[in-house]
């Protein structure tokens, strides 16, 4: 079983920036499309970014210019550097397959104070 562990998260001002990490376990995780999703108080969750194998990104539009996802396949993990945070930002972030297919890990906390 894939164990997911999030972390990076905080308060940060409106305008700051965080960098995120997801360490996942496993033998086969350099082949997988992976991503960062994201929950905010009352919300659904969404995916906000994801990225191949080879390293193709995509984002949804309102991270667009903001954040990057980046991954070192030779370490298991999976990055999200997150730049001119807005308050709307605030959420716990995920990560997981593209098609969610492991079990979530604990999230990561965000908090962005206007």
């Known amino acids: 079983q894939v164990r997911l562990v999030e972390s990076g998260g905080g308060l940060v001002q409106a305008g700051g920036s965080l960098r995120l990490s997801c360490a996942a376990s496993?033998?086969?995780?350099?082949?997988?499309?992976m991503g960062w999703y994201r929950q905010a108080p009352g919300k659904q969750r969404e995916l906000v970014a994801t990225?191949?194998?080879?390293?193709?990104?995509n984002y949804v539009n309102s991270v667009k210019g903001r954040f990057t996802i980046s991954r070192d396949n030779a370490k298991n993990t999976v990055y999200l550097q997150m730049n001119s945070l807005k308050p709307e930002d605030t959420a716990v972030y995920y990560c997981?397959?593209?098609?969610?297919?492991?079990?979530w890990g604990q999230g990561t906390l965000v908090t962005v104070s206007s």
């Open positions: 997981n397959t593209a098609t969610r297919a492991y079990a």
């Open positions: 496993g033998s086969i995780f350099n082949i997988i499309p």
């Open positions: 990225i191949t194998s080879g390293g193709s990104t």
